[in-house]
């Protein structure tokens, strides 16, 4: 939960629908306030999730590569 887009976004739905049913101007401000930071977590939380595939992606062909070596599918030896 503590990096959970789906979760940021129900939250930002939540107060969304809170400022739009509060009658009081300090309410409804203070659920819109709420509302664009649950949206602002949601963002971030989504281009760290990408960041992190893109990262894991780009280090893969490292990753095996190791993973050969440490196997003795490459020995260096030729």
């Known amino acids: 939960m503590a990096d959970d887009p789906t979760f940021f976004r129900a939250r930002a739905a939540a107060e969304h629908a809170a400022a739009e049913a ?3 101007d300090n309410v409804r401000t203070r659920c ?3 509302e664009a930071a649950w949206t602002q977590m949601a963002v971030r939380a989504e281009r760290t999730r990408e ?3 893109a990262r894991e992606k780009a280090s ?3 990753q095996k590569a190791i993973s050969l070596l440490h196997a003795g599918g490459v ?3 030729s």
């Open 51 to 53: 960041q992190r595939a």
């Open 32 to 34: 819109e306030r709420a």
């Open 75 to 77: 020995d260096g030896s």
């Open 22 to 24: 509060a009658t009081l």
């Open 60 to 62: 893969a062909p490292d």
